[in-house]
């Protein structure tokens, strides 16, 4: 058998130098060559060049389905709760005068009126908003019931918490289910009565 000395003497020199060729250079075979296609445009002297698509000369061109796109990631800021009482203060209180109070607190302080019936009929209330709910459990630990005359012009403090619309609305229809609740127990209560007074009624005189 007749042996192919240029093809034996081709594989030795790619063991030593690599496989790939460059006219009469050779060098080792790169990484990931057979995974990726090179695009190449053949110019010569008088092809007009565009500078905005030089960029896509010679760039690699890879499957679109392997591509892997990353989700994009989004920061989320964690809503802020405050925490709100309301007390009834007297008339002309000012708001230096509500912060000195709740002054180991810090709350943010706003003056409020409301009116029944008249226009000479108003009551002043402050709206206090609370960083957190410990501070708010505290201040009506320490001060709900206090007596703040000289500062607030009320003899006992009330504190009560402040509720926004859907908040009232949700308590007003929890405090309706259990006024129905307790007129139902009173009703089932009275019928069980009357039934027992008839019962005793009925079996003293059958004798």
């Not at 092809?47 to 010679?58: A, C, E, N």
């Not at 008249?118 to 320490?142: D, E, I, P, W, Y």
Request: proline residues 3%; aromatic residues 6%; hydrophobic residues 30%.
């Amino acid at each position: 058998m007749k042996r192919d000395l240029e093809k034996e003497k081709q594989l030795e020199l790619a063991a030593i130098w690599g496989s790939e060729t460059d006219g009469n250079s050779r060098f080792p075979k790169r990484k990931g060559s057979d995974k990726k296609s090179t695009v190449s445009f053949a110019m010569d002297d008088n092809t007009p060049i565009d500078p905005d698509v030089m960029s896509d000369f010679g760039s690699d061109v890879s499957d679109p389905e392997k591509v892997v796109k990353r989700p994009k990631k989004t920061d989320k800021k964690k809503k802020k709760t405050f925490y709100r009482l309301h007390c009834f203060v007297g008339a002309g209180t000012e708001k230096n005068a509500v912060r000195t109070v709740f002054d180991d607190y810090e709350p943010k302080v706003e003056l409020r009126q409301t009116q029944k019936g008249n226009a000479l009929n108003k009551s002043q209330f402050a709206v206090l908003t609370f960083k957190n709910k410990a501070m708010a459990l505290h201040a009506v630990q320490k001060l709900d019931g206090s007596n703040q005359r000289d500062l607030l012009g009320v003899k006992s403090l009330k504190l009560n918490l402040m509720l926004d619309r859907h908040q009232s609305k949700i308590v007003r229809r929890r405090m309706n289910q259990i006024r129905k609740k307790a007129m139902r127990n009173t009703v089932d209560n009275e019928i069980e009565r009357d039934a027992q007074f008839i019962q005793q009624f009925i079996s003293r005189y059958s004798k």
